[in-house]
């Protein structure tokens, strides 16, 4: 008898356990404090992420790709909810000015082109800029705003890691746009801007040096058309140089850029994989950088802030998290659906 109750207990809670379930309301992804994530919002904000299939994917790695968008959809979710109970949602002052820095480089038709490529719209991408942009406030006002870097913690980091400001030679801090006759099909830059010979790099080349000569800048330059694709996304951007390894490309390129001032620009260099120009942003000689140094004390502040507020925002998310009300529907089906299949 005893044990024909333990058994109407168990079917009875796993009954129970059925009933509570929640069933996937029609097209809706996942739900967060009753807000819905529709399957047609993921799958258009997929599409901008992954505007082309990945070569080699399959359906499995295609949806592993849609349930970690969609978790990170969830978490903006949960951040936007609370941005906007405390009234951090962004302006549409804040999202014309982003979406105005992106538009600088192009033409109306090259922008039009861009978002079409990501398979965006205007709206989509403004939409994009006001979740980023009201996170971002969030993430400021609850994290940023209390990290406090003390003096004590910079000199701490500096005597744990004075190997870092040594430099066993001198440097030469640079950036580069080049132009190839040999045109690449990987190459990426804001223009999509690609040399197709030599006599087409040759004067692609001059042109960019007569806009450096005239005051354009040197990074929106590089981004939009140097064909260098390890450096152009920063702005041409190659870091500190040691000397021996320009030695060893050509003592006269040596000379050359040790005798240019902070600032200076090389005329156009005709070297074997094409034409460059470069510009010097500062040197640095051999030896152990100070303390007292500004540029070091920066670094320092800059390694020691960024650190913190990624563990503090990682900890922050989860405990949201934590607390919000989370249904994740896709998830359940996947699992489901691996389940009838054996």
């Not at 990290?147 to 950036?175: L, W």
Request: charge should be neutral; charged fraction near 25%; glycine fraction near 4%.
């Amino acid at each position: 008898m005893k044990r024909n109750l333990a058994l109407c207990i168990v079917a009875f809670s796993a009954l129970l356990l059925l009933s509570c379930r929640h069933k996937a309301p029609a097209g809706v992804a996942a739900e967060v404090n009753g807000h819905a994530i529709t399957n047609s919002e993921l799958d258009k904000i997929y599409q901008t992420q992954f505007p082309e299939p990945i070569e080699g994917s399959d359906a499995d790695q295609v949806m592993a790709q849609k349930l970690d968008l969609l978790s990170r959809l969830i978490t903006t979710e949960i951040m936007w909810q609370r941005a906007e109970k405390g009234g951090l949602t962004a302006t549409d002052a804040d999202i014309d000015t982003e979406v105005n820095k992106m538009k600088a480089p192009y033409t109306k038709e090259e922008f039009e082109k861009k978002l079409a490529e990501r398979h965006m719209t205007l709206n989509d991408l403004r939409a994009q800029f006001r979740r980023d942009l009201t996170v971002n406030k969030l993430i400021n006002k609850e994290i940023t705003s209390h990290i406090n870097i003390t003096d004590a913690d910079v000199t701490n980091y500096y005597n744990a890691n004075k190997a870092v400001f040594n430099s066993a030679e001198p440097t030469i801090h640079m950036a580069q746009i080049l132009v190839t006759p040999n045109p690449d099909p990987n190459v990426r830059n804001l223009k999509n801007s690609k040399a197709q010979n030599a006599a087409d790099a040759k004067a692609k080349i001059q042109d960019i040096l007569h806009r450096l000569q005239s005051g354009e800048d040197f990074g929106m330059l590089a981004q939009s058309y140097s064909e260098d694709s390890a450096t152009a996304p920063n702005g041409g951007d190659m870091g500190f140089v040691p000397t021996s390894q320009l030695e060893r490309l050509s003592p006269e390129l040596r000379k050359m850029l040790e005798s240019l001032q902070p600032g200076g620009l090389t005329g156009i260099l005709s070297m074997s994989d094409g034409f460059r120009v470069l510009k010097v942003f500062e040197k640095e000689p051999a030896g152990q950088r100070d303390l007292n140094d500004p540029r070091v004390q920066q670094k320092i502040r800059e390694t020691l802030l960024n650190r913190k507020e990624n563990l503090l925002t990682a900890a922050y998310y989860e405990t949201a998290r934590n607390n919000a009300k989370i249904v994740n529907y896709l998830a359940q089906q996947v699992v489901d659906n691996a389940g009838a299949s054996k």
